[in-house]
């Protein structure tokens, strides 16, 4: 199983990204997909999951209005939309996948994970 995130960057307060992980080696469409983040000095955290079908969706707080986490299961991708960007945001950011077809916030819930990828937002 592999999961390759990419669509990082440098970007200014009030940008946008929109971050991809394409995965393969797994029955995609089985998986619930999350993407997680992980700042220096700070434990991974959630951002946000999606349901193996894109019906269901979970944000943290922190995030919520401003990413979108959607997915194309005949691509074998998931996205993260990250619009209104803040200097807090920055992290290297990590896309999962949940064998239970998700969506859950537990990073124990994930079984498999991407190498991540930088995001970082100046103000």
């Known amino acids: 199983v592999q999961l390759q995130a990419f669509g990082g960057g440098l970007v200014q307060a009030g940008g946008s990204l929109r971050l991809s992980c394409a995965a393969s080696g797994l029955t995609f469409s089985s998986y619930g997909m999350g993407w997680f983040r992980q700042a220096p000095g700070k434990e991974r955290e959630f951002v946000a999951a999606i349901s193996r079908g894109g019906v269901t969706t979970y944000y943290a707080d922190t995030v919520k209005g401003r990413l979108t986490i959607s997915r194309d299961n005949a691509k074998n991708t998931v996205y993260l939309q990250m619009n209104s960007l803040k200097p807090e945001d920055t992290a290297v950011y990590y896309c999962?996948?949940?064998?239970?077809?998700?969506?859950?916030?537990?990073?124990?819930?994930?079984?498999?994970w991407g190498q991540g990828t930088q995001v970082t937002v100046s103000s």
């Open positions: 999962a996948a949940d064998y239970r077809g998700g969506p859950t916030i537990r990073k124990d819930e994930y079984s498999y």
